[in-house]
């Protein structure tokens, strides 16, 4: 038996239960890649606790966090409870026997007949000072379908949430072969009231556990992660010019990384995290992109012309370099075809193209961690608004992700390619703007949600891979 230590709790046992009657089961699977996915639906019963008032009242929460954890994910449509209220527990339940083989044995029919796909249940029994989970997600097939369990001890509200998270995680690597989100971070742009500075924050995926990483009184813009999440890339003003700055994670050490006169903004690292381009001026000149690969020397202009140049960002493979440009006028997007030595310690530009052509500003390009679509924001002059787009890594098939809901804009992928945050100044039932929020959508701009990280605005999100520092 293995015990993973973190936060308090300690996993006990995580296993597939085979059905047993019948032939062999099929396991659960989510094609999420699949072009005609379809979100499972799941029903999720109440905490089953033997004895009423034995656990403390966060305990009974473990069903409504399950929920929502779920519903943010993407791939899951959750019942609505007050449908199979009573259902649950069944009067063959055995408060002795594990959770996984009362699963096993209960009668799937009513379940089916209210549309369940799968049934994730949930039983809570006192340990001491703590509360002793079982978690088993059940396929409702037959009765051949395979069960998923696990079971946790956990002493704390917060200890439940982070757990929760990291079954949800575990259950999406499990039935999809994809990481799952709640192991990742978002860092944004913040302000706490409308007077205050912007700063750099960071929160988990579902808007909660909001920290401040920037301190100082200045305004701070453009955060971007290291492709490890070993660092964040910022522009600060607090020497009074928009200088490049790095902090490390999760040890907050911070360090200037360019510091020119004149632009050091937008920084991006190269997927092997050894180099960083950026957005940079010197006096009165041109915004071009510049690029630095050692600390101790200055920036070198990289890419440059008539027009800005600005926005870089190396897709995933390093075979390209998405930046946009305004060389023929309005900016657009386009691509670079980089070529690097046999060490890869540099790299120069073979040639690039124009990938945008409609529209009459297009800003912001993101790489889909498999880097063969690129997410933008484009300014509709028809409707007046910047929305969402995606198209592909040579600028076909180009799809419109939002539409006549406020401005939306920095787009940026969840590391298993199938969700976008992004800052939309949306004003909900209403065709009025207000301050920015963040938002999550699946990549083909359906389930919006919005995360309630408590600030006055947020923008400017940035979605890291997945963290080993994070415990969830």
């Known amino acids: 038996m293995s015990i993973r230590r973190g936060f308090g709790l300690s996993a006990l046992v995580f296993l597939w239960v ?8 099929a ?6 890649d699949h072009p005609q996915f379809r979100q499972m639906t799941v029903a999720i019963p109440e905490v089953a606790v033997q004895y009423p008032g034995s656990i403390p009242d966060w305990g009974l929460d473990a069903s409504p966090l399950l929920e ?3 519903n943010l994910s993407g791939y899951f449509r959750v019942l609505d409870r007050q449908g199979y209220q009573g259902l649950w527990p069944e009067k063959s339940f055995a408060w002795g ?4 083989k009362t699963a096993q044995k209960m009668d799937r029919s009513t379940w ?9 249940l949930v039983k809570a029994a006192p340990r001491g000072r703590a509360v002793s989970l079982e978690l088993t997600l059940t396929e409702i097939r037959g009765q051949d379908g395979r069960t998923l369990a696990k079971e946790y001890r956990v002493a704390s509200r917060a200890q439940l949430q982070q757990t929760l998270k990291k079954f949800v995680d575990e259950v999406l690597r499990r039935l999809s072969g994809k990481p799952g989100i709640y192991g990742t971070k978002i860092v944004f742009v913040g302000k706490k009231t409308a007077r205050a500075h912007k700063a750099i924050y960071m929160c988990d995926v579902d808007g909660s556990n909001v920290e401040q990483l920037t301190q100082t009184r200045a305004i701070h813009l453009s955060p971007s992660w290291h492709p490890e999440g070993k660092a964040v890339l910022f522009t600060s003003y ?10 490390t994670l999760p040890g907050r050490r911070k360090s200037i990384v360019s510091a020119e006169k004149g632009l050091n903004s937008g920084g991006a690292f190269s997927p092997d995290g050894k180099t960083i381009v950026f957005s940079g001026s010197s006096g009165g000149g041109n915004t071009d992109i510049y690029l630095k690969t050692d600390p101790l020397k200055g920036r070198k202009r990289f890419i440059y012309g008539t027009g800005l140049d600005v926005n870089p960002v190396f897709s995933p493979n390093g075979k390209w370099l998405a930046f946009v440009s305004g060389r023929y006028g309005n900016p657009h997007i386009f691509r670079a075809e980089l070529e690097w030595n046999r060490d890869r310690q540099s790299f120069r530009v073979v040639k690039d193209i124009r990938l945008t052509y409609a529209g009459w500003y297009n800003a912001s390009p993101a790489w889909s961690p498999d880097s063969d679509r690129i997410a933008f924001a484009g300014f509709d002059r028809a409707v007046g608004r910047f929305d969402l787009f995606t198209m592909k890594a040579d600028g076909t098939q180009m799809e419109r992700l939002t539409l006549r809901h406020g401005d939306n804009e920095s787009p940026s992928w969840s590391p298993n390619g199938q969700l976008l945050v992004f800052s939309s100044n949306r004003v909900a039932d209403t065709n009025r703007k207000g301050p920015f929020q963040i938002y999550i ?3 083909d701009g359906s389930h919006e949600t919005k995360l309630d990280v408590g600030m006055y605005s947020a923008d400017s999100p940035k979605w890291s891979p997945v963290l080993d520092w994070v415990s969830s």
């Open 18 to 25: 085979s059905g047993t009657q019948g032939g062999a089961a």
């Open 27 to 32: 396991p659960i699977v989510l094609n999420i």
């Open 238 to 247: 607090e020497r009074g010019n928009p200088d490049l700055y790095q902090m």
């Open 112 to 120: 089916k007949q209210l549309g369940a796909e799968a049934l994730l």
């Open 441 to 443: 959508m699946r990549r």
């Open 97 to 100: 026997s594990p959770l996984a």
């Open 68 to 70: 929502g954890y779920l």
